[in-house]
């Protein structure tokens, strides 16, 4: 007990050299913190009975502490789930032009409410309603927080204490805490359902429309496919309905696409064109799903509509901030030239990637997983595997591509989450996905130019193991 006198003061740790830098880049006051917290905690394990550290020892761990405090909380990771608009860990990828111009909005005052023709004040939307309504056909757009916002906004401007019509196959929920009866319920909104779940007709929305009916609503179901006896209303004979009995149509579209999927060879997705062409009043979209850009939710349509929308005082609280309209401007201008989308916007890349090229990735790091995996006694292979666009688009389509896997030998299942677990504990936390008595890491998200930084840290990942 007596050797606690010889634990070093404060103020000798912290004049150490080994602090020195620390303190540098931290400040004192944060180190000093630190170094009080690693005595203490010293003291304690000392009077337990632990020997006497070395000063060094105390040093390391000063240094560990104030290094695992100041890490930022938002961490970038590897997504290698498989899924590549990954809600979770922040749905689309930007492109390098994106991410310049939210640096250009942030580092300098930048004309977001100012109009630089008249110097008169200027509104925000207008920075990127020119382009929605070139992309979309629409005649005029509103930028919210997200599609949850412009789908709330929506209803509480055009149908609060009035009823909206939904078919029952589109309640749907969409992960987290997005359902449609609730949303439509905090809007102020009345729910009328009509139809069934597998089927719906136009005699079944005609028959539910009255004066209290304020919009007929189309969701887009985007997160799960019913089959089988199916029936649903084309957006044309709903919009033409609606538009007879004198109320709007509108379509929540979720991820909405702003081109035609097909044409590189992924499944067909719906557009805000199509819904506006079919004659829908107003249509409402993801910016950070198939679109590529940052989280936001668009609403273009009719010019009246859109208005109101904009007067209504939520539409304050639900708006972007120059960042966002910064990125949005600088992604939805990709799609201009939609020849070179594939190339120039991450998401789209990392969807029409083709399965050759991830394979070969996978090839030149297999050495490296093989001797990672040894040490943990599991068998490391590659297998191919489908990923999944994910955020609620296309949930049956899947996506040919390959994996790192991982098996263990025998049945030891729970070595392969003592695996998943050091994975994520990496510098650059790698995300995998366990099915089947498998380890996945799907590849296709792995960026070329980070796969040198990938392998070095699956060396460190050798050290360790079961
Ligand atoms: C994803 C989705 C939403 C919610 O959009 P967020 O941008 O996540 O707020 C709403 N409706 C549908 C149909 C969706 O797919």
Redesign the pocket.
């Given at each position: 007990m007596s050797e606690l006198k010889n634990l070093p003061s404060v103020d000798r740790l912290l004049s150490e050299p080994a602090l020195q830098s620390p303190i540098a880049e931290h400040g004192r006051s944060v180190v000093t913190d630190f170094a009080r917290a690693e005595l203490a905690f010293t003291r304690e394990a000392v009077k337990g009975g632990a020997a006497l550290p070395a000063t060094s020892e105390l040093l390391a761990g000063i240094q560990r502490r104030v290094a695992a405090h100041m890490r930022p909380r938002l961490q970038p990771v590897f997504n290698l789930t498989g899924t590549v608009l990954h809600?979770n860990l922040g749905?689309a990828v930007l492109p390098e032009s994106v991410v310049e111009a939210i640096a250009r909005a942030a580092r300098a005052p930048c004309a977001l409410e100012y109009d630089l023709e008249t110097g008169g004040r200027g509104d925000r939307d207008d920075l990127v309603e020119g382009l929605l309504r070139e992309l979309t056909g629409a005649e005029a757009a509103t930028v919210v927080?997200?599609?949850?916002?412009?789908?709330f906004l929506l209803l509480n401007t055009l149908a609060q204490k009035k009823e909206v019509v939904v078919s029952r196959g589109e309640l749907?929920e969409?992960?987290?805490a997005?359902r449609?009866p609730d949303i439509m319920r905090r809007a102020g909104a009345k729910l009328v359902e009509v139809g069934t779940t597998n089927r719906t007709h136009l005699r079944d929305f005609d028959e539910t429309l009255g004066p209290k009916t304020g919009l007929v609503m189309k969701?887009?179901?985007?997160?799960y496919a019913v089959h089988g006896f199916t029936a649903a209303v084309p957006e044309a004979e709903l919009a033409q309905l609606a538009h007879a009995r004198g109320v709007p149509f509108v379509v929540?579209?979720?991820?909405g696409t702003l081109v035609n999927l097909e044409q590189w060879g992924l499944p067909h997705e719906p557009t805000p064109r199509d819904s506006i062409d079919a004659g829908a009043d107003l249509v409402?979209?993801?910016?950070?799903?198939l679109l590529g850009g940052p989280?936001?939710?668009l609403l273009v349509g009719r010019r009246e509509l859109i208005a109101k929308i904009k007067k209504n005082p939520l539409k304050r609280a639900l708006r972007v901030g120059k960042l966002t309209l910064a990125a949005l401007e600088a992604t939805l201008a990709l799609y201009r030239d939609s020849e070179r989308l594939p190339q120039r916007l991450e998401a789209l890349r990392l969807l029409t990637r083709p399965e050759a090229e991830i394979r070969a990735q996978a090839e030149r790091l297999l050495p490296a997983w093989q001797a990672a995996s040894a040490n943990w006694r599991l068998d490391a292979a590659i297998e191919p595997t489908l990923s999944q666009i994910g955020?609620?688009?296309l949930p049956v389509d899947r996506l040919p591509s390959v994996a790192l896997v991982a098996r263990p030998r025998g049945k030891r299942a729970g070595v392969l989450h003592q695996l998943e677990e050091a994975l994520r504990r990496l510098p650059v936390p790698v995300i995998g996905h366990i099915a089947d008595d498998a380890l996945r890491l799907d590849l296709r998200c792995l960026p070329p130019d980070l796969e040198i930084e990938f392998a070095a840290q699956l060396s460190a990942l050798s050290g360790l193991g079961a």
């Open positions: 809600t749905r927080n997200n599609n949850a916002a412009a789908v749907v969409i992960g987290g997005f449609v969701v887009h179901t985007s997160n929540d579209l979720g991820s409402t979209f993801s910016g950070d799903k989280q936001a939710g955020s609620g688009s």
